[in-house]
């Protein structure tokens, strides 16, 4: 079963930051948080993953709290095109065959 | 990042046939893969998971004879769907990971099964 609950569905304004929120309360030290998105008929693409400590790449920025219960994922300057459904995962460790189990993310609408 | 082909995209066949479909990792060698399978409206539900050279991990539920895997090379992975029936009819994803283990999964863009 996934570890990680999202909401069903998220409006943002085009232009505005998108802020997506993952609680993964029962996640394990070693246990790395992961986000996918997926465009409709498509397969999911990578967006950012990590441990402890915030990340940011060219396409998002994870901010993972102290405890390492829940994370946020932020695109900073929301487009159309990423309409898509975001995916929160905590993958299972290297050593038990490091699945992505996938929940049921959260549908983000970006509107004009 | 890393490019994953499947093929076909699409295929539709005759119940009681079966069909295969390859995962390809283009620009690097992946150990492991994985299947997916997504219903309209669902998340990607995990079949198996593919390992270069030795058997395949199939999830609880998920009957292995059905749905066969190979994973003969650090490129390929195959998912042979047997004695296909309408149900059957899906999204299927496949997924694929640099030899190293540490790094992000790379997914395919999906083949869309109909079975008529």
């Known amino acids: 079963d996934a570890k990680t609950t999202q909401p069903t569905s998220m409006d943002c304004a085009e232009g505005r930051a998108a802020n997506l929120p993952c609680n993964h309360s029962t996640i394990s030290g070693n246990e790395y948080v992961y986000w996918y998105r997926q465009i409709h008929s498509q397969g999911p693409q990578y967006i950012i993953h990590?441990?402890?400590n915030n990340e940011t790449n060219e396409m998002a920025s994870l901010i993972i709290t102290e405890d390492r219960k829940s994370s946020t994922l932020i695109l900073p300057h929301a487009t159309l095109r990423d309409t898509a459904v975001y995916y929160c995962?905590?993958?299972?460790?290297?050593?038990?065959?490091?699945?992505?189990?996938f929940g049921q993310g959260t549908e983000l609408s970006v509107k004009p | 990042g890393a490019v994953v082909s499947q093929h076909p995209s699409r295929v539709i066949c005759k119940s009681g046939t079966s069909v295969k479909i390859e995962c390809r990792s283009l620009d690097f060698q992946a150990t492991t893969m994985f299947w997916y399978r997504q219903f309209p409206k669902q998340s990607l539900m995990l079949m198996a998971t593919?390992?270069?050279?030795?058997?395949?991990?199939?999830e609880q539920g998920v009957e292995k004879d059905k749905f066969l895997i190979n994973h003969a090379s650090l490129t390929l992975s195959t998912l042979t769907v047997t004695s296909a029936h309408p149900e059957d009819s899906s999204f299927y994803i496949c997924s694929a990971r640099d030899r190293g283990g540490f790094t992000e999964a790379f997914f395919g863009q999906g083949t869309r099964l109909t079975v008529v």
């Open positions: 593919s390992n270069e050279g030795s058997k395949a991990t199939y």
């Open positions: 990590g441990l402890k």
């Open positions: 995962i905590v993958r299972v460790p290297q050593n038990q065959g490091g699945k992505l189990i």
